[in-house]
């Protein structure tokens, strides 16, 4: 059974980013307007740097698609970076060492992965971990994920996110999932709260003229799921399992939490876990504190996952820290970088959602065709009434 995956690869400054993804079924309709369209949503949001303004990206793929319809094959897919015009003596093969010496970075940043990186490595230049290290990346994650949206819209589940916090700014507790990304994505911060996005903008505006950064938290919302997908029978099946993996990978989250996940843990049991009613022959609930996902398993119930992203590392205000050639104590290297990314992070944490739930749900359904995939889909049982 070909369980879906992905891998990615390519450097900030390099000529592209590259992602393969298998176990697609054939049969698929690779929609390429819709992909580009998911990479534009992740350049948006109010506290974006310069990169934004540089680059236009378009996902080319390059196989396992014909006549826009996976072919069952490897899928890959290219992201070329415009930047790379200004970096093509720095990077890649054909570096000259004389620009490699002038991008060359040795006063390591404080909440990268530059110093552990160049100890881990042997780097005495801290430009070889920071380029596979940076958000860029996550470029490619989110065109791979839009693959791995359009697999789950055949199936009628769809995925949407909006910001909770920036800062200390908090938006009124969302009631209403209906369009989400609609409305979120007409918000200069992706807040569905008016007032509060106002002031995240002044939060931010404030930021960038302390030469400092802001992190927050983002909430994606899964609707659609019938209960069974993921399993309890082993690590490697449960879902809350996969979803954490793949979320808490997104560059900058530090804590990722499931339905009400960390309010939960001081509560009772009883003001905690999602009473069960007879619907009929289904069951429902009136609560959905577990976030949709109980013993490794959706239960019928809207997916809820919120991740929790520290401030950007590099900041124009600069931190102490030491310079790895010298060991002298210097001022950490400035990068052209964001001031806040929370809202292009809520869509790139859908994707990561989206590949994990594509995962489960492969390795749960199998399929040759996407129309097997989709017959399988709709013959499985749900105990939720939806």
């Known amino acids: 059974m070909a369980v879906i995956k992905y891998i990615t690869a390519g450097e900030s400054h390099g000529k592209m980013l590259v992602g393969i993804i298998s176990g697609i079924p054939a049969g698929l309709r690779i929609d390429g307007s819709f992909v580009d369209g998911e990479l534009g949503r992740r350049m948006q949001g109010f506290g974006r740097g310069g990169r934004m303004k540089i680059e236009r990206d378009r996902a080319e793929f390059v196989t396992g698609v014909r006549a826009h ?4 094959s490897p899928i890959t897919a290219v992201i070329y970076n415009k930047d790379f015009d200004n970096w093509s003596n720095a990077m890649g093969e054909n570096a000259a060492a004389e620009a490699m010496e002038a991008k060359r970075v040795t006063a390591v940043r404080p909440g990268h992965a530059d110093l552990s990186g160049a100890v881990k490595y042997g780097f005495t230049d801290a430009r070889n971990v920071l380029e596979r290290a940076s958000a860029r990346e996550t470029a490619m994650r989110v065109a791979l994920g839009a693959v791995a949206k359009l697999y789950l819209k055949s199936l009628g589940i769809e995925i949407a996110s909006h910001t909770v916090s920036i800062g200390n700014i908090t938006a009124k507790a969302c009631s209403d999932y209906s369009d989400i990304n609609a409305r979120a994505d007409g918000d200069a911060v992706r807040c569905l709260d008016g007032d509060a996005s106002e002031k995240m903008v002044e939060a931010i505006k404030s930021a960038a003229e302390d030469g400092d950064t802001l992190g927050g938290v983002v909430e994606v919302v899964v609707t659609g799921c019938k209960s069974g997908i993921g399993s309890y029978v082993g690590e490697d ?16 989250i530090k804590a990722v939490e499931i339905g009400r996940g960390i ?20 069951y429902m609930r009136k609560t959905n504190r577990a976030g949709g996902v109980e013993g490794g398993m959706t239960n019928g119930e ?11 590392p590099t900041l124009m205000k600069e931190l102490n820290t030491v310079d790895i050639s010298s060991y002298e104590a210097v001022k950490a290297a400035a990068e052209r970088s964001d001031v806040c990314a929370v809202p292009a992070i809520g869509v790139v944490c859908e994707s990561a959602v989206a590949l994990g739930l594509c995962e489960a749900l492969s390795d749960m359904l199998g399929g040759d065709t996407m129309q097997e995939v989709v017959e399988r889909y709709e013959n499985k049982e749900s105990s939720h009434e939806q």
């Open 263 to 282: 309010e939960n843990a001081s509560l009772r049991g009883s003001e905690v876990h999602d009473e069960i009613y007879p619907c009929g022959k289904h």
């Open 302 to 312: 809207n997916i809820i996952v919120r991740a929790y992203c520290k401030p950007i």
């Open 69 to 72: 319809y996976s072919i069952g």
């Open 237 to 252: 099946k449960k879902l809350d399992g996969i979803i954490m993996r793949e979320v808490g990978c997104v560059q900058s």
